[in-house]
């Protein structure tokens, strides 16, 4: 898998999980306490963790 590719998988994942973070259903879930309200940290974590790994391989991307 190329350089490209790769940062082209993370950002499918990222704008997946973005999707779900700002999803009336999961924020209504967190809201209510039906799951733990942690969670919703856990997901910012996992967005800001993969935007640093996108961060990391943008630079190997070639320009041209």
Do not use: R
């Not at 082209?8 to 879930?29: G, H, M, P, R, V």
């Amino acid at each position: 898998m190329s350089a490209i590719e790769i940062l082209k998988q993370f950002n499918s994942c990222y704008l997946k999980i973005q999707a779900i973070a700002q999803d009336e259903n999961w924020l209504l879930l967190i809201a209510d306490k039906k799951i733990d309200p942690e969670a919703a940290t856990h997901l910012g974590d996992v967005l800001h963790y993969l935007g640093e790994a996108m961060g990391c391989v943008e630079p190997l991307i070639d320009p041209d």
